[in-house]
């Protein structure tokens, strides 16, 4: 009996814990989570939990002076305004975010933003924005 109520104890928890790393959350709102942790993050530890195994291996292996200058310059971008998710498309376990919002100097931006679901959570695999200069 006390087995039982521990695992459903267990379960429960457990289950709260993925949630809360982005497991049953749907990739653009995985992608809302991330860029929103990614503006406050002053090191690339604290956004690793949402990066994929191939974008944080390469991360880890640049030096620490460009890993700080690669997450001040995408604070920049992860700083846009309306942001919305204009498309989703999941093929197994990758996902296409296309996006839209207005950058610091106000003009529209177009976004093409890829996640890989690994181990049943989404995760940045990459990402690239363009707007009018």
């Known amino acids: 009996m006390f ?3 521990f695992a459903v104890v267990l379960l429960v928890l457990g289950s709260s814990w993925f949630q809360a790393l982005g497991q049953n959350q749907n990739p653009a709102d995985m992608y809302r989570e991330f860029a929103a ?3 406050k993050a002053n090191a690339l530890d604290q956004i690793a939990h949402y990066l994929s195994t191939a974008l944080l291996k390469d991360m880890k ?4 002076e460009q890993q ?4 001040k310059f995408m604070k920049e971008i992860w700083d ?12 197994g376990d990758r996902c296409i ?3 839209t919002g207005k950058n610091a100097a106000g003009k529209q931006a177009k976004g093409k933003i890829e996640l ?9 695999a990459d990402e690239s924005w363009a707007s009018d200069l």
């Open 3 to 5: 087995a039982r109520g």
């Open 37 to 39: 942790a990614a503006k």
């Open 61 to 64: 292996a640049a030096p620490k």
């Open 68 to 71: 700080g200058k690669w997450l």
């Open 80 to 91: 846009l305004k309306d942001f919305k998710v204009t498309n989703e498309s999941i093929t």
């Open 97 to 99: 975010l296309d996006a």
């Open 116 to 124: 890989v679901r690994e181990q049943g959570v989404w995760k940045l």
